[in-house]
């Protein structure tokens, strides 16, 4: 495995909330409390860290029936115990996704797995958590992967288990209609130990989540990932003083979102989540569908409505505070304050994601700072795209680089066209370019002599040939490509592999195909590649 950077300033897409954060600049500061390094500051933020004894043995207990459910492993289970003991936590985490989701959430994993080993050897006793959003309720952004076949042509599997409209994906219970599906993915696969991972998970009568669970308990096995189902109703009676507040502080906490929502639109920057003066961070089950609480009025005028529908349910604030304690499970965390559900359960270190996630961190910190006076520091996970020897090959044979695929498909069908254009006409084109500029330089010393005005002149039809020239290039790489099938078939494998959908291979390909290809010792060299104080985008050839 061959590691080549690319800084994310050169990764399209990129916002420059996320490259600033990178680089720590003065005026991202006041959203982050702590720089994207992680050893910088560690041992620092681990004095910060105070957490309840009978909390952490009622979240260690409930974390043990989970992860014992799924079969963890002695690893897995010997960190529940360095967690009941005391140990921190690096955690991580991602929407269930089917097979496990996009390659990027074995990043994550494999990132936290790294931070805490890190923390460890500093002397900071740290556990690896990923925390499984099984409450999110948009069901067609995991109910699909995509799974390149042998001519790596992706295939996209979607599964039809479904529960009623907008519930919470934990409900969602897979029936026999899983099982052609994973036959389907296994012919893709092939045999290989994480093609039985995934047999052995996804089987009817288990849910979206708990397959997940099961199929990442086996991957992480050896590192002893503690896996966290959001949905558990034992974890919701935990964290019922959080869903508490965000009602009994809903308008402080609005306004709070709002300023912060105003300070980073001022720094130039842009906010994740839209906040209103109505919004309220939690949702609430209503006919077995997750749906957004609002706030209407403020103080003893105040209501609150469950949905936005002209039937949708008035409470007081009392009525809904009330039904919090009775059934703290009916009820779930928006995006703005997950993160600090979250550290209320676990004794957060830091967590590591994304640029999205990122992002929300620097709106949540105004939640963070009203509701648990600590801002958990967020680090950035690992990024790659992993080139597979054939693509290399594909590549060398055009000439070109994985930043080239980045410009799109439109774009690397003209310039593998333009290398593919016959020899004679190349040279063409090449002779024509210099004749133009030996003669357009010889009439502009002349003029010179003549009038200099006329210098510019001369300069503005310089351009205009030039533009005509290669206009005529492109024109004609364009109808090479339209004649090329080749041209055409490399194009579009290669924009599929690496840059799918116009974003990164990590999003947009199947973890599980890398796993199954590459098998057990692949993780291993991943693993290796990390190095946490590298914050770019790593172009990894295997």
């Known amino acids: ?295 209407r009025g403020d103080g003893a005028a105040a209501e609150f409505a469950i949905g936005t529908d002209p039937a949708a349910e008035k409470l007081s604030p009392a009525e809904l505070i009330a039904r919090i304690a009775s059934t703290p499970e009916q009820f779930s965390p928006n995006v703005l304050l997950r993160p600090i559900i979250q550290d209320y359960l676990l004794p957060t270190l830091a967590y590591t994601g994304g640029a999205a996630e990122a992002a929300y961190f620097a709106q949540a910190g105004a939640v963070y700072e009203s509701l648990l006076g600590r801002v958990t520091p967020i680090v950035p996970r690992f990024s790659a795209t992993l080139v597979e020897p054939k693509v290399q090959r594909v590549l060398d044979r055009h000439g070109i680089t994985v930043t080239d695929v980045f410009n799109g498909p439109d774009a690397l069908r003209r310039q593998l066209a333009e290398r593919g254009l016959p020899d004679d006409l190349q040279a063409a084109f090449e002779a024509a370019r210099k004749s133009l500029d030996s003669h357009l330089s010889n009439i502009k010393e002349k003029l010179v002599k003549l009038d200099r005005t006329l210098v510019d002149a001369a300069e503005t039809a310089r351009s205009k040939i030039e533009h005509q020239l290669e206009r005529l290039h492109s024109q004609a790489a364009r109808a090479e490509a339209l004649k090329s099938e080749l041209v055409t078939r490399h194009a579009e494998t290669l924009s599929q592999v690496l840059y799918p959908d116009k974003g990164l291979q990590e999003r947009g390909i199947a973890g599980i195909y890398f796993l199954a290809r590459y098998g057990p010792e692949f993780l291993q060299q991943l693993h290796a590649a990390i190095q946490t104080d590298c914050h770019d985008h790593q172009i990894l050839e295997l």
């Not at 991202?28 to 681990?46: C, T």
């Not at 979240?59 to 115990?81: C, F, G, M």
């Not at 093609?195 to 089987?203: I, V």
């Open 1 to 295: 495995m061959r590691a080549h950077c690319l800084p994310f300033s050169q990764v399209p897409h990129t916002t420059r909330l996320f490259t600033d954060f990178l680089a720590y600049l003065p005026k991202v500061q006041p959203f982050y409390p702590r720089s994207p390094h992680f050893e910088e500051w560690l041992k620092k933020e681990a004095e910060k860290i105070s957490f309840d004894s009978a909390r952490r043995d009622s979240v260690t207990a409930i974390l043990e029936r989970q992860n014992k459910s799924w079969n963890a492993s002695p690893q897995t289970l010997a960190n529940l115990d360095r967690l009941r003991k005391g140990a921190a936590a690096v955690v991580t985490g991602q929407q269930v996704g089917l097979f496990g989701g996009p390659m990027f959430a074995i990043y994550k994993a494999l990132t936290a797995v790294k931070l805490a080993e890190e923390a460890t050897a500093a002397g900071i006793d740290t556990v690896p958590v990923f925390w499984l959003a099984t409450y999110d309720h948009d069901l067609a952004e995991v109910n699909h992967v995509s799974i390149p076949g042998p001519d790596l042509a992706s295939q996209v599997l979607t599964t039809p288990s479904h529960n009623v409209s907008g519930a919470p994906v934990s409900a969602v219970r897979l029936g026999d209609e899983i099982l052609p599906l994973v036959e389907q993915a296994a012919k893709l696969l092939g045999d290989s130990e994480a093609t039985q991972f995934l047999r052995d998970s996804y089987r009817p009568g288990e849910f979206l989540g708990t397959a997940f669970a099961r199929l990442y308990a086996k991957v992480f096995a050896e590192w002893g990932v503690i896996l966290l189902d959001a949905s558990d109703g034992e974890l919701d009676r935990v964290a019922e003083p959080m869903f508490r507040a965000a009602i009994e502080r809903a308008g402080e906490l609005a306004s709070a979102l709002l300023a912060r929502g105003e300070a980073l639109e001022a720094a130039g920057y842009h906010q994740q989540v839209k906040v209103t003066p109505s919004s309220v961070l939690l949702f609430t089950l209503r006919q077995g569908a997750r749906t957004p609480i609002h706030r």
